[in-house]
């Protein structure tokens, strides 16, 4: 009887024990699947959480801010803020040296061993010397350290991507038009708005001369001007990036020359529809591109359109190869 009771105690006492082992983080999750829209910051001052972010990750920010709470290998003066960024979330982590790390979450599961991670203190240089241990970190922290850890950090804080940006660039490029065959030079340039991987910018073209082959005509000049609109997705590669899109513009051709009562002079407005794909090259603001665009113009597509029945027809597609610059805000 006696023994039934101690037994009995005994495993009371180990439900009691594990149960208040559990208990806070079982609460903060509890707390929060419960949550309505409006995110209560962590009340760890070195954790900073937005409001903003994905409600799949607030319980794991949650527990991240109690994990902070607890730890006893964290880094005097660190710094962490856990920001919204679409879909995932970005963890920047500034430690009492200055030194700075900043990593894109995509799963919540991820985020706490992240910023376990993020906040131990680093290796002391002089620890070696003195021979006192350095402090070592969790087992959990230490398995994410070697995913998120790649070499020393920054000497600088990183900027952290915004969610716009404005984006412009300049190109030089040879266009082949047909038909008949013409050759030209062209200058382009674009300004816009970059939204996360999309490119939405106004263009402008202009090509000074345009050769046509077999005019049957030693007088003619032509040259052409416009602008529009392109619209691209971005695809990225460490410091290189494609890009895939379509545009849309109007095209002025003019064409001029000497017949038997002087010089005659005609210009042609048209609309052209075009794929566009470029490849950009650097990681910073000021970028290298190469790019390759066709277009097509569906008016001309039927029916030839002439400036004069002395003249040639006016090209109904193009094609063009180019190398310019590009300039984008971080």
């Given at each position: 009887?006696h023994?039934?009771?101690?037994?009995?105690?005994?495993?009371?006492?180990?439900?009691?024990?594990?149960?208040?082992?559990v208990?806070?983080?079982?609460?903060?999750?509890?707390?929060l699947?419960?949550?309505?829209?409006?995110?209560?910051?962590?009340?760890?001052?070195?954790?900073?959480?937005?409001?903003?972010?994905?409600?799949?990750?607030?319980?794991?920010?949650?527990?991240?801010c109690?994990?902070?709470?607890?730890?006893?290998d964290?880094?005097?003066g660190?710094r962490?803020?856990?920001?919204?960024?679409?879909d995932?979330?970005?963890?920047?982590?500034?430690?009492?040296?200055?030194?700075?790390a900043?990593r894109?979450?995509?799963?919540?599961e991820?985020?706490?061993?992240?910023?376990?991670?993020?906040?131990?203190?680093?290796?002391?240089?002089?620890?070696?010397?003195?021979?006192?241990?350095?402090?070592?970190p969790?087992?959990?922290?230490?398995a994410?350290?070697?995913?998120?850890?790649?070499?020393?950090?920054?000497?600088?804080?990183?900027?952290?991507?915004?969610a716009?940006?404005?984006?412009l660039g300049?190109?030089?490029?040879?266009?082949?038009?047909?038909s008949?065959?013409?050759?030209?030079?062209s200058l382009?340039?674009y300004a816009?708005?970059?939204?996360?991987?999309?490119?939405?910018?106004?263009?402008?073209?202009?090509?000074?001369?345009?050769?046509?082959?077999?005019?049957?005509?030693?007088?003619?000049?032509?040259?052409?001007?416009?602008?529009?609109?392109?619209?691209?997705?971005?695809?990225?590669?460490?410091?290189?990036?494609?890009?895939?899109?379509?545009?849309?513009?109007?095209?002025?051709q003019?064409?001029?020359?000497?017949?038997?009562?002087?010089?005659?002079?005609?210009?042609?407005?048209?609309?052209?529809?075009?794929?566009?794909?470029?490849?950009?090259?650097?990681g910073g603001?000021r970028?290298?591109i190469?790019?390759?665009?066709?277009?097509?113009?569906?008016?001309?597509?039927?029916?030839?359109?002439r400036?004069?029945?002395?003249?040639?027809?006016?090209?109904?597609?193009?094609?063009?190869?180019?190398?310019?610059a590009?300039?984008?805000?971080?």
């Open positions: 009887m023994g039934h009771s101690a037994r009995g105690f005994a495993a009371a006492g180990a439900s009691f024990l594990a149960l208040q082992l208990c806070p983080r079982a609460q903060a999750s509890e707390a699947v419960g949550a309505d829209a409006s995110f209560a910051a962590c009340d760890d001052a070195r954790l900073v959480i937005d409001p903003q972010i994905a409600p799949r990750f607030r319980v794991a920010a949650a527990l991240a109690q994990q902070l709470r607890v730890m006893e964290v880094d005097s660190v962490v803020t856990i920001q919204a960024s679409g995932a979330v970005l963890v920047r982590a500034q430690l009492g040296d200055g030194r700075t900043m894109r979450i995509e799963a919540p991820a985020l706490e061993p992240t910023v376990e991670a993020l906040a131990v203190l680093p290796v002391a240089s002089d620890s070696w010397k003195t021979g006192a241990p350095s402090p070592a969790s087992p959990r922290a230490a994410a350290a070697n995913t998120v850890r790649t070499g020393e950090d920054p000497p600088h804080e990183r900027p952290v991507p915004r716009l940006t404005f984006e300049a190109a030089i490029s040879g266009h082949i038009a047909g008949p065959l013409v050759a030209s030079p382009s340039g816009g708005l970059r939204p996360a991987d999309w490119l939405l910018a106004v263009t402008v073209r202009w090509d000074p001369v345009e050769v046509v082959t077999n005019s049957g005509n030693s007088t003619l000049e032509m040259d052409a001007a416009g602008g529009g609109f392109m619209l691209t997705r971005q695809m990225k590669w460490k410091d290189a990036a494609a890009e895939l899109g379509v545009s849309t513009s109007l095209l002025v003019s064409q001029s020359y000497e017949g038997e009562k002087g010089e005659k002079v005609g210009s042609v407005v048209d609309a052209r529809l075009g794929i566009v794909t470029r490849a950009l090259f650097g603001p970028r290298f190469v790019t390759f665009n066709g277009e097509i113009s569906p008016t001309r597509l039927r029916r030839k359109l400036v004069d029945d002395a003249l040639p027809p006016l090209p109904s597609w193009d094609v063009g190869l180019g190398i310019g590009a300039w984008g805000e971080p």
